[in-house]
């Protein structure tokens, strides 16, 4: 090999550049031919190709050049530098150049000579410059980085597409907008400026250029039906009983353009409404990484996760990764639509259960056996059971323990079984008190001279309504202490009591503010003195004195906190779960078990059934001794009850230990 130069002009020149829409390949063209006519050297091929260094694998001329050698066709390579050859590493340029010398072929630079030389030397400099390659691409990375936060910060457009209802807005030095673009799809633009002049910038890549001084910031849009539907979206979900898979469909049937793209779908939708900029009106980043190199996570530069050495891009970022600019605005939907929709989207979607096989059965999933729950896979859920020729007890569930595995298991389970109908009759029974006491909690009054609103329902023990109970007497406390009354002839109520209150709360918080100011100033000055005290009796006393005060403090702090908005929160919470057990109790008196079923886990949690195997006459039976009602909120209800199997059969022995799996067998016989 000529250590100078390719031995024969079967070679191909490959020219790179980063961009190939801000980048041209002239200047590497032009060092390249002087490189070919000094040697007397010419080539077959020129490959012009686009792209980042480390993502070999993207660029096509690179990928048909690499193909061009396995076939035998190429001798030698030639760039202007070794790192227009581009990778992401040594290693990567050894694989490389391992794959080259497999086929015979050579790696030339105009400025480095042969890279794919036997000597040690050349191997230790492409090693050098592959390394300093790296270094270069994390130092343009945290460069990058630096420059997205400055920009966030400042509240500045940071670059990707606007979302929907937003144009990008250039803004000059005094704040006033200079012009702003309008994307009619992603490649699709058009520059307008104040006195209605049009300029199009279509393409990949084609934006307008600004001037120094000026900044991008994302605003409304100048189309107000975008804008308008924008709020549209938010409040459909806000509001209905809709999920974002429905309203999509909702927006694809109404011929809805999302602009970026041909139709709405979740992915798409998602990340739009989880997006800031609709409650702040600017721009966050770092809501997903797109870099190669490096990343921000958690304040400071982290190196990109790679999989098959590969980054995965628009890797999504939770909340307090953010990076949200110094001063916000007012975006284009307000605080209390845009948190309900993000509470939504966080609960996920709604899965309905899985219904049974037998829609008799409609309680599967709900029944657990008290024995065994939490124990096997199925976790303590009992087996439905449809016994067709037995009249009095046609479905039924039994223990999965016993089922899957008889008398012997670890439980020790026997054939525990209970009548579906049973359940039913307790389920009637607790959602009629449960109704019954939610209507009397939320129809609480007390007059002037009641001691205490919370007098007579004592018995709540449950959080939420215990709490409700707590601010509701707090509230009514503090109405009656300010001196006012309710209306004439009417008790202190929800309503009226929420309405002296916050006639009277701002006066009183604004005194309560100064008292709360001067015991902390006191306080102060208390701790200030503190330290020139000598006497262990006056530490003493001086700790007392502060202590107690703090208590104060703690007091008033409590009493400033706004009581309505809390009292009137919980009261709505527990108007909505009024109105799901209205449900599911209209739903149990009808006939369509699906409804029953889906009403029911809307209020019930779990049914937890415990048995007591007893001697009756020569047989022993299993026999309902207790039922636990779980609900969704609430407080847990035991029934105790005596209650019998209505089949009168007894338990038959398992005749051999290898069965079928329980799916496929029939159920044993009591």
């Known amino acids: ?12 020149a490959y020219l790179r550049v980063s961009d190939p829409h801000k980048q041209d390949w002239a200047s590497q063209r032009r060092i390249i031919q002087s490189w070919l006519d000094k040697h007397g050297l010419r080539v077959s091929l020129w490959l012009e190709d686009g792209g980042s260094r480390d993502v070999a694998y993207k660029r096509p001329e690179f990928q048909r050049l690499l193909k061009l050698v396995e076939e035998g066709r190429v001798r030698w390579i030639v760039v202007d530098a070794q790192d227009r050859f581009g990778v992401s590493n040594n290693w990567e340029l050894g694989k490389f150049i391992c794959h080259l010398r497999e086929n015979n072929c050579e790696l030339w630079s105009v400025s480095q000579g042969c890279l ?35 920009q966030a910060k400042a ?25 702003r673009v309008y994307y009619e799809s992603r490649y699709q633009r058009v520059q307008i400026w104040p ?12 934006f307008p250029a600004r001037n120094s001084g000026e900044k991008l910031r994302l605003t409304p849009s100048i189309d107000a039906e975008r804008v308008a539907m924008a709020r549209k979206i938010f409040q459909w979900l806000a509001t209905e009983a809709i999920n974002v898979y429905q309203l999509c469909r909702r927006l694809n049937a109404l011929g809805i353009s999302p602009v970026i793209g041909k139709a709405w779908y979740p992915t798409r939708l998602i990340p739009q409404l989880q997006n800031p900029v609709y409650l702040i009106g600017c721009g966050v980043w770092n809501k997903r990484g797109f870099g190669r190199h490096l990343e921000w996570k958690d304040g400071e530069y982290s190196p990109v996760p790679k999989v098959n050495d590969r980054a995965k891009t628009g890797r999504k970022r939770a909340a307090d990764q953010y990076i949200y600019p110094d001063q916000t605005g007012q975006g284009i939907i307000d605080q209390e639509t845009f948190d309900k929709v993000q509470a ?28 065994c729950d939490g124990v096997g896979a199925s976790g303590g859920r009992m087996m439905g059971w449809h016994a067709k020729d037995d009249k009095a007890c046609p479905y039924s569930y039994t223990c999965p323990s016993y089922r899957h595995y008889g ?35 939320l129809d609480v009054t007390a007059g002037d001279d009641a001691e205490d609103i919370l007098t007579g329902l004592l018995h709540e023990e449950e959080g939420k309504r215990l709490s409700y109970l707590r601010e509701l007497t707090r509230l009514w406390r503090e109405v009656r202490d300010s001196g006012a009354r309710p209306p004439a002839g009417q008790p202190w109520a929800v309503g009226n009591l929420l309405a002296a209150y916050r006639s009277q709360a701002r006066r009183r918080r604004v005194e309560l503010n100064k008292q709360l100011a001067a015991k902390e100033a006191e306080l102060d000055r208390l701790v200030e003195q503190y330290a020139g005290l000598r006497s ?8 007392r004195k502060m202590e107690a005060m703090e208590q104060e403090i703690l007091g008033l702090r409590e ?6 908005a809390r009292v009137e929160g919980l009261h709505e919470e527990l108007m909505t779960l009024e109105q799901r057990i209205a449900e599911a109790r209209e739903a149990l008196a009808g006939d369509s078990n699906r409804r029953k079923a889906q009403a029911i886990r809307t209020v019930i949690r779990r049914i937890v059934c415990k048995f007591q195997h007893v001697q009756a006459g020569s047989l022993k039976r299993s026999v309902l001794t207790e039922v636990r009602i779980e609900p969704v909120e609430g407080a847990t209800i035991v029934v105790s009850t005596g209650h019998r199997p209505s089949s009168p059969r007894p338990e038959r022995p398992r005749p051999r230990r290898n069965r079928p799996p329980a799916s496929t067998r029939a159920p044993p016989r009591s």
């Open 1 to 12: 090999m000529n250590p100078n130069k390719p031995t024969d002009d079967g070679g191909v």
């Open 116 to 150: 794919s030389s036997d000597d040690a030397f050349t191997s230790l400099m492409a090693a050098v410059g592959s390394v300093q390659s790296k270094h270069e691409q994390l130092d343009k990375a945290q460069r990058s980085i630096r420059g997205k936060i400055a």
């Open 155 to 179: 509240g500045e457009f940071t670059g990707g597409t606007p979302p929907y209802g937003h144009d990008v807005c250039c803004v000059g030095p005094d704040g006033q907008e200079r012009w």
């Open 195 to 206: 006195e209605g002049r049009r300029v199009r910038f279509d393409g990949k890549g084609n």
């Open 344 to 371: 939504k989207l966080a609960a996920g979607p709604r899965r309905e259960s899985t219904a049974p096989r037998n829609s008799g059965l409609w309680l599967s999933g709900l029944i657990y056996c008290g024995h």
């Open 407 to 441: 008398p012997a298991n670890a439980t020790g389970c026997r054939l525990h079984r209970v009548n579906q109908k049973v359940i039913e009759k307790l389920l009637e029974q607790y959602l009629d008190e449960a109704g019954t006491s939610l209507q009397a909690l």
């Open 536 to 543: 262990e009796m006056a530490r003493e006393r001086a700790n």
């Open 559 to 564: 009493q400033i906190a706004p009581l309505d």
